[in-house]
Structure formats: C-alpha cells, structure tokens
C-alpha cells in the first residue's frame, strides 16, 4: 500500500525559504518515481520535480536553481527544499508517486514525459505555501 505524508506549508515572506517533506513506506522510497507538484488556484497542477528510484532528478525551468530535493533515506522522506520564494510560488504543494513501469522493477524516467500528473497514482494530502510580497 502506498502512503504519502506531506507536510511543512507556511506562510513566508518574498525571499525566503521552507523545507516540504514527503514521508512513504520503505518500499516506495526505494522503487517508485517520486515527484513534487504544486497547483494554485485556477491553474492546472504543475510538475517541479521528479526523481527516479536511482536518484535522477530533473526540475521545471520554473524552479530549477531554487528548489532542490533532498533525501533521508533511512527514514524514507523526500524533501523539497525551496528558496529564493516569490508571490508566483503560491499553491498548494504535493507529493506524488509513480508506479515502476514494469512489475518487480525500479521505476525509471520517461523520455519526454517530466512530471506529468496523469502518470502519478498516488498522492500525499497536499500542504499550503503562501509567499507575501
């Protein structure tokens, strides 16, 4: 079973920084593609981050140099490290993870194919990041 726990949201100032976590199982952690989204209001949801079971990590032009991941393997939690936060950053914020493409292997990048929701079959609670000008 696949469980997802996010957390971390708040509300900051233009400038500054909060660090997201993702807790999962395990067995997750170690297999599963796991991405990070964010979606405000009246927008669709969008991809910042995914990283596959080997670690290869690929970031939106949106947040690429600001954002980073983070890992605590042994406690299996994704963290997305956010700086340089701007009003535009506004959303809610998600975790997410992708099934293997093939049972029983780890799960790999897909050409072409960044962070995009529709590949993603689970998903954390969702936390609020408010950024003020």
């Known amino acids: 079973q696949v469980q997802l726990v996010t957390s971390g949201g708040g509300s900051v100032q233009a400038g500054g920084s909060l660090r997201l976590s993702c807790v999962s199982t395990?067995?997750?952690?170690?297999?599963?593609?796991m991405g990070w989204f964010r979606q405000a209001p009246g927008k669709e949801r969008e991809g910042l981050v995914e990283v596959d079971s080997a670690g290869i990590t690929n970031y939106a032009d949106s947040v690429k140099g600001r954002f980073a991941i983070s890992k605590d393997n042994a406690k299996s939690i994704l963290y997305l490290e956010m700086n340089g936060l701007e009003p535009e950053d506004t959303a809610m914020y998600f975790c997410?993870?992708?099934?293997?493409?093939?049972?029983?292997?780890?799960?790999?990048?897909?050409?072409?194919?960044?962070?995009?929701?529709?590949?993603?079959?689970?998903w954390g609670q969702g936390t609020q990041v408010t950024v003020s000008a």
């Open positions: 997410a993870a992708r099934s293997p493409q093939r049972y029983g292997q780890p799960c790999t990048m897909r050409p072409g194919r960044f962070a995009q929701p529709d590949d993603f079959g689970y």
């Open positions: 395990p067995y997750t952690y170690r297999t599963y593609c």
